[in-house]
């Protein structure tokens, strides 16, 4: 039987605007008619200065120190989640394979369950980019109300030459394995049939093969039309949500833009580091009274390289990928609030065809009144996938951040380390013949 997300009641309009609500400098947009307070009674829990985790507990942010600790604290809470959790799938160990007409990547796909719709406790699969990529289009089909989370980019990210380099495998595995943890914890995704099999099949190809798809009711139920109508005005809190979403993307753009110029300015710098470091060792070679605080400050440039190289690669490894997945995300979920605007506009049109009507009907239309039924499952279901999706962002970026401040404070304390062990040798004075 198939789930709906409509157990979470409607959301204020308020909810959606946290973000959007700011230009650039971050000055409030005013709002008419004391719109912006009304919004903040609605729903008071927007409040920035409010730092807890998500199971409520307070974050302590008055050292710079506390990042480590808060990262174990996050870490904690997602385990004490999968307690409660019946379904467990993770992508790991990644294959090349070369064959005559192509070379590609396949992923192991483990799956962990105690639900009863799957026949074993547990299962392992072996699955490349395309599969994905049938999944996600699958579940699109078939659920057409929910938001589906974005998969990676078919094509080799800007900035990575080999697409089977070991860097650029691993950071495709993750984003992977993030896109089949977010189904997973869907409660209506994850129970999808299309994915069941994607997780169980031993040959995916011989179900793809099948020619008809294996709908489940829901998707059904929710067949929209692709066009000839056209939507009068979104209702408020969508319009917000359209609002919300055009500026989340667009402050995210320019900090991925900004990121990629400081990673390819670091590695510059980096690139004189390492020429400038030798030098003094040189230098040394012909001071002899000075030979060994030059050997000093060339080992100290040289660990500062390691350092910086480290966090060059921690921030193209986990930050940038983070922003993209999101920057996805928010593009997928544009998608989802056309598809319901079109359903909305078939209602609308549908609607005002019965009034210009001339002749008496004791009763509306039933293909109106399941068009009206496809506007409330849209509207329930994106709006418990906006704050599922809301609540998901809060707790991703939080660990980002604090991830960043956590690598940077690590690079700057290596670097006064590094700084700080020469200075004896430059202290001491030589020895006079």
């Known amino acids: 039987m198939t789930r709906t997300a409509r157990d979470s009641g409607p959301l204020p309009a308020s909810f959606f605007l946290d973000d959007a609500e700011t230009r650039h400098g971050g000055q409030p947009r005013k709002r008419q008619g004391g719109e912006r307070r009304a919004m903040a009674a609605e729903a008071p829990w927007l409040d920035r200065q409010d730092l807890s985790l998500p199971n409520g507990t307070p974050v302590d942010t008055s050292s710079p120190a506390s990042s480590s600790s808060l990262l174990n604290r996050l ?48 299962y392992s699969v072996r699955r490349r980019y395309q599969d994905f990529d049938w999944l996600r289009n699958k579940l699109e089909e078939s659920q057409p109300t929910h938001l589906i989370p974005p998969l990676p980019e078919k094509f080799v990210v800007k900035g990575v030459v080999d697409r089977f380099s070991e860097e650029f495998v691993e950071t495709r595995r993750k984003a992977l394995d993030k896109f089949l943890k977010r189904i997973t914890d869907h409660p209506v995704l994850s129970f999808n049939e299309h994915f069941n099999v994607f997780l169980t099949a031993k040959d995916l190809n011989a179900y793809k093969k099948q020619g008809m798809a294996l709908l489940s009711k829901m998707g059904e139920s929710v067949k929209y039309v692709t066009g000839g109508y056209k939507l009068r005005s979104r209702p ?24 990629q110029r400081i990673i390819k300015e670091q590695l510059e710098y980096l690139v004189e580091l390492r020429e400038y470091g030798p030098v003094y060792s040189t230098w040394g070679g012909l001071e002899v009274e000075l030979a060994e605080p030059l050997e000093g400050v060339s080992a100290c440039i040289g660990n500062c390289c390691t350092a910086l190289e480290e966090l060059s690669e921690d921030m193209s490894e986990d930050f940038l990928p983070v922003l993209r997945e999101y920057i996805l995300y928010s593009e997928s979920m544009k998608n989802v609030l056309k598809k319901r605007d079109q359903v909305q506009a078939e209602y609308e049109a549908k609607l005002e065809a019965v009034a210009l009507k001339k002749e008496e009907r004791p009763k509306v239309p039933t293909d109106v009144e399941k068009c009206q039924d496809r506007v409330e499952c849209f509207n329930a279901d994106l709006k418990a996938d906006m704050e599922r999706w809301q609540n998901n962002k809060r707790q991703d970026f939080r660990q980002l951040l604090m991830g960043m401040a956590d690598k940077n404070i690590q690079y700057y304390e290596k670097c006064l380390t590094a700084w700080e062990s020469i200075i004896p040798l430059l202290q001491d004075k030589p020895e006079t013949k």
């Open 75 to 122: 870490q904690l809470d997602d385990d004490l989640d999968g307690e409660t959790r019946d379904l467990f799938v993770t992508v790991d160990d990644p294959k090349k394979h070369v064959c005559t007409m192509e070379t590609y990547i396949t992923y192991r796909v483990t799956t962990k369950t105690t639900r009863a719709e799957f026949d074993l406790p547990e």
């Open 236 to 259: 408020l809190e969508f319009a917000a949500i359209g609002e919300y979403l055009d500026t989340f993307s667009l402050k995210l753009g320019t900090i991925d833009r900004i990121a």
